[in-house]
């Protein structure tokens, strides 16, 4: 009797291993490529929201990208991709030339591919479902609009990645909506070196008023302390994309005009959901998802952060522009 229930039980097992490794190997898997490394700040982000959907919806994504910027790394990153023929394609596109052989490629093959961050303009031309992210002219636009009515005159637009066309929309965008004078300033992609250069420029030409930097940490945060250490009496407003605790904390003491919040978390969290839901049940969204540009000015900053005085920060408030719905 003892040795026909071991057996029974022995046999329970193996047929409950089989049906692990089964689930194991049916488990759908995803791959991300982008052009950001999850060590910055912003794709941590990104790669958290893949993360917790992966987690949520029983999936496995890898994610993947350059130790740098590097548009030909990404490139073989991707086509390495496409031949292992995941389950589905996640990628960012700064700039299409660089990407669209393998994104079609992947197209081709029947892999569903969905673009993330940079791409909103060219997604479906290369053959994306949709895209999740923001519209980079318009939110460019907004921030110039935005500091045109705070008043500003001579802008300088900081661009960190020379080569993604996404930061090149973000400041045609910002020349559009600001109507002034806009220099499109590089600078290296290195947050000390960054400053430096803000903080000469600033001090070679004092009609200077506005910085927009198109990186919270690379050139955001630098930016902010440069315009600090100005001498007494000369105002110059900051604003920058993205959102980092030092920017919310500047923002909410008053020390930068604005940032543009273009919800990383949900750039990762939602292709994951969206391709998952598209393998189990056939749905998924017919036009690209918005997540940004989030305008988080002085009281937004402050109800982030839970500080009492939100309330009285209300009254400052500038109106906050029209944003236009992003194309692609």
């Known amino acids: ?10 046999a329970a097992f193996v047929t409950i291993a089989l049906l692990g490794a089964a689930h194991a190997q049916d488990k759908l ?6 052009h950001g490394a999850a060590s910055d700040k912003f794709w941590a982000m990104v790669k958290d929201g893949a993360d917790r959907a992966a987690a949520a919806m029983d999936v496995t994504v890898d994610y993947r990208a350059p130790e740098t910027f590097d548009l030909e790394e990404m490139k073989m990153l991707l086509t390495a991709a ?24 992947a197209v081709d ?11 909103f303009d060219v997604s479906h031309s290369l053959g994306a479902l949709l895209h999740v992210g923001q519209s980079e002219y318009e939110a460019g636009r907004v921030a110039g609009d935005t500091m045109r009515k705070l008043g ?53 030409d004092t009609g200077i008023d506005v910085v927009l930097t198109l990186s919270a940490n690379v050139a955001g945060e630098p930016a902010i302390a440069a315009a600090k250490s100005l001498a007494e009496g000369r105002k110059v407003r900051v604003a920058t994309f993205d959102v ?24 990762g969290y939602l292709p994951v959901e969206f391709l998952t ?37 209300a009254a400052e408030e500038a109106k906050p522009p029209e944003i236009q719905p992003g194309g692609g």
């Open 82 to 105: 496409v031949e292992e023929k995941p389950d589905g394609l996640i990628v960012s596109i700064p700039n299409a030339d660089a990407v669209a052989a393998p994104i079609r490629a």
């Open 29 to 34: 898997r995803f791959v991300m490529v982008t």
């Open 152 to 204: 500003g005159s001579k802008a300088l637009c900081v661009n960190h990645e020379l080569g993604n066309v996404g930061l090149d929309l973000r400041c045609k965008g910002f020349i559009d909506g600001f109507a002034g004078s806009v220099e499109v300033m590089p600078v290296d992609a290195d947050a000390e070196e960054a400053g430096e250069a803000i903080a000469d420029r600033l001090a070679e």
């Open 277 to 313: 839901l598209l393998h189990r049940y056939k749905v998924v969204p017919v036009s690209n998802v918005s997540t940004g540009p989030r305008l988080i000015t002085l009281n937004q900053a402050r109800q982030r952060l839970g500080r009492s005085d939100a309330a009285e920060g």
């Open 244 to 267: 980092t605790d030092a920017v919310l904390n500047a923002v909410a003491d008053g020390e930068a005009a604005f940032a543009i919040d273009q919800q990383p978390f949900l750039q």
């Open 109 to 119: 093959a029947g892999i569903p591919v969905i673009t993330i961050n940079s791409g």
């Open 1 to 10: 009797m003892i040795l026909k229930y071991v057996r029974l039980l022995a």
